[in-house]
């Protein structure tokens, strides 16, 4: 408690660059998988490479693969949202092309049989009734997002891993670990409230 009145202003401003850096990495990497969950649920052939290759992205342990992109992008907020983007592509991409995949056949056959056209069909029919499945993967990946943001304290990104960072490298600092290890639990639960506000 000592620690949260001290620090109430620092605390507020990494609790509010983890939920920006989060928010804005599962945003993108909608912008980005859900266009290729579609374009993917049409080329069967296509969707066993791509899916394939972005589950090898899942293999990568998150700390070396911002390592490369640091390399690449260099230190600070963007570095740590190109991270997110990358690991939470897999849920976004595999639930759209899953869930465009197994709509019922008989609503497509109906749909065209009163002649929509292939684009109606995708918008009005096919995409509605695979929304609750392609929502759990916007879902997972939110929980990813809030995970990896924490590590983005080690390329100068801010948030709460800062604090954790904090408490890791001082004695005694178990109040503070707990302290940031508390705020990203409290991120990942608020922002699944949210979505589910959203979504009703």
Same mark, same amino acid.
């Given at each position: 408690?000592?620690?949260?009145?001290?620090?109430?202003?620092? #605390?507020?401003?990494?609790?509010?660059?983890?939920?920006?850096?989060?928010?804005?990495?599962?945003?993108?990497?909608?912008?980005?998988?859900?266009?290729?969950?579609?374009?993917?649920?049409?080329?069967?052939?296509?969707?066993?490479?791509?899916?394939?290759? #972005?589950?090898?992205?899942?293999?990568?342990?998150?700390?070396?693969?911002?390592? #490369?992109?640091?390399?690449?992008?260099?230190?600070?907020?963007?570095?740590?949202? &190109?991270?997110?983007?990358?690991?939470?592509?897999?849920?976004?991409?595999?639930?759209?092309?899953?869930?465009?995949?197994?709509?019922?056949?008989?609503?497509?056959?109906?749909?065209?049989?009163?002649?929509?056209?292939?684009?109606?069909?995708?918008?009005?029919v096919k995409i509605p009734l695979a929304?609750?499945?392609?929502? &759990?993967?916007?879902?997972?990946?939110?929980?990813?997002?809030?995970?990896?943001?924490?590590?983005?304290?080690?390329?100068?990104?801010?948030?709460?891993?800062?604090?954790?960072?904090?408490?890791?490298?001082?004695?005694?600092?178990?109040?503070?670990?707990?302290?940031?290890?508390?705020?990203?639990?409290?991120?990942?639960?608020?922002?699944?409230?949210?979505?589910?506000?959203?979504?009703?």
């Open positions: 408690m000592n620690y949260l009145s001290e620090n109430s202003s620092y #605390i507020i401003s990494q609790f509010s660059i983890h939920l920006y850096i989060s928010i804005v990495g599962v945003v993108l990497t909608f912008l980005i998988g859900f266009p290729v969950g579609i374009f993917l649920s049409d080329n069967k052939k296509a969707a066993t490479i791509v899916i394939g290759l #972005i589950n090898i992205i899942q293999t990568i342990p998150s700390i070396g693969m911002m390592t #490369i992109l640091l390399i690449l992008m260099g230190l600070g907020k963007n570095t740590v949202i &190109a991270t997110v983007v990358l690991y939470s592509l897999l849920p976004i991409v595999a639930n759209t092309y899953t869930g465009l995949n197994n709509v019922d056949p008989v609503y497509v056959d109906s749909a065209r049989g009163v002649g929509m056209s292939r684009f109606q069909v995708l918008y009005m929304m609750p499945v392609i929502l &759990a993967g916007v879902r997972n990946a939110l929980v990813i997002s809030v995970g990896i943001t924490t590590i983005g304290s080690f390329v100068g990104a801010g948030g709460l891993g800062d604090i954790i960072l904090r408490g890791i490298n001082i004695t005694n600092g178990e109040p503070i670990i707990f302290v940031g290890a508390f705020l990203c639990a409290l991120i990942a639960v608020l922002m699944e409230w949210l979505f589910d506000w959203l979504i009703k």
